[in-house]
Nanobody
Framework: QVQLIESGGGLVQAGGSLRLSCAAS????????MAWHRQAPGKEREFVSA????????RYADPVKGRFTISRDRTKNTVYLQMDALKPEDTAVYSC???????????WGQGTQVTVSS
């Protein structure tokens, strides 16, 4: 069983940066593709970014391309999301998950709140 714990959220002004972490425990996530999603108030959860098991292949949702960078540290069993040039519309709860198969995710973390003020 994998437990995922996100951290690094907070309140930041527009144009600022945050780095989210997703630390795994219980077993290694090094064999899994991993993903970040977000859910804003009143909206459905949406895909943000994903990284493959090796860390060499990444993909991003269009709204965050060029501003967010996903990475992983296999020695620390952790996935990161570097968020730059933040916008108020990035405000959401950000959660990480294991991609069990294409576009199907599990072992969700509890999420971390990101609030971007204008």
């Amino acid at each position: 069983q994998v437990q995922l714990i996100e951290s690094g959220g907070g309140l930041v002004q527009a144009g600022g940066s945050l780095r989210l972490s997703c630390a795994a425990s219980g077993r290694t996530i090094n064999d899994y593709d991993m993903a970040w999603h977000r859910q804003a108030p009143g909206k459905e959860r949406e895909f943000v970014s994903a990284v493959n098991w090796s860390g060499r292949v990444t993909r991003y949702a269009d709204p965050v391309k060029g501003r967010f960078t996903i990475s992983r540290d296999r020695t620390k069993n952790t996935v990161y999301l570097q968020m730059d040039a933040l916008k108020p519309e990035d405000t959401a709860v950000y959660s990480c998950a294991v991609e069990l198969r294409k576009n199907y995710y599990g072992y969700w973390g509890q999420g971390t709140q990101v609030t971007v003020s204008s």
